[in-house]
């Protein structure tokens, strides 16, 4: 995953994005990319591997170093006590999902231990700070979904949740469907054909 990040100029440590300028436009307080977030049992495949694709950040911080791969699972691992994570916002719902979502496949699977069986990354790569972690401008998705295919493919999810339009864009201007689904508890769904794997 580092490697990708790298070759495409998108790493938190050494980013030379050449959609920045664009990006950062009247920006003020923009933050540049953030890496994903990769549970250790992702890794693993312990059970299949569920990847969400949200829309930006939100908030970022001010230091490269806080954005790399190590550290948003240091961060995960340290301070991030679902228990603790205000139950109408994203990241608590996330963990949610991910819970309903693999405990049919993981008996014993608890909702304080779900980070460790999901990664986390976002279909606009860098931040804008908005007030009220509003989303970001349209013209940073535009620019960002030409590394959503090779960031995926990298990843490997067999199961893909989309948070937001702009990560269900970013999904489908990139990758095929084989077969469409109707309604699964509520979600619309599809099995789309990741170069030859299903997810």
Same mark, same amino acid.
């Given at each position: 995953m580092k490697l990708y990040y790298e070759e495409q100029g998108i790493s938190?440590?050494? #980013?030379?994005?050449?959609?920045?300028?664009?990006?950062?436009?009247?920006? @003020?307080? #923009? @933050?540049?990319?953030?890496?994903?977030?990769?549970?250790?049992?992702?890794?693993?495949? @312990?059970?299949?591997?569920?990847?969400?694709?949200?829309?930006?950040? /939100?908030? /970022?911080?001010?230091?490269?170093?806080?954005?790399?791969?190590?550290?948003c699972r240091d961060w995960e691992e340290?301070?991030?006590?679902?228990?603790?994570?205000?139950?109408n916002r994203h990241w608590y719902l996330?963990?949610?999902?991910? #819970?309903?979502?693999?405990?049919?496949?993981?008996k014993d699977l608890s909702l304080k231990q779900v980070h460790h069986y999901f990664a986390?990354?976002?279909s606009a790569k860098c931040c804008m700070n908005n007030p009220g972690n509003s989303s970001a401008a349209p013209r940073m998705f535009d620019a960002c979904r030409e590394y959503i295919p090779g960031e995926l493919l990298a990843l490997q999810p067999e199961i893909l949740v989309t948070q937001g339009d702009m990560a269900k864009v970013a999904v489908e201007s990139s990758f095929?469907?084989?077969?469409?689904? /109707?309604?699964l508890k509520g979600c619309g769904h599809a099995i789309l054909d990741l170069n030859g794997r299903e997810a």
């Open positions: 938190a440590a050494d #980013f030379r994005c050449k959609h920045l300028k664009c990006c950062k436009l009247t920006c @003020t307080n #923009f @933050t540049e990319a953030r890496e994903a977030y990769i549970g250790r049992e992702y890794e693993k495949r @312990t059970v299949p591997r569920l990847l969400f694709l949200s829309l930006d950040p /939100g908030q /970022g911080d001010d230091g490269p170093e806080a954005r790399t791969l190590a550290a340290r301070k991030c006590d679902v228990e603790e994570l205000n139950k996330t963990h949610n999902l991910a #819970f309903e979502l693999l405990r049919p496949i993981k986390h990354t976002n095929s469907r084989k077969a469409s689904k /109707g309604d």
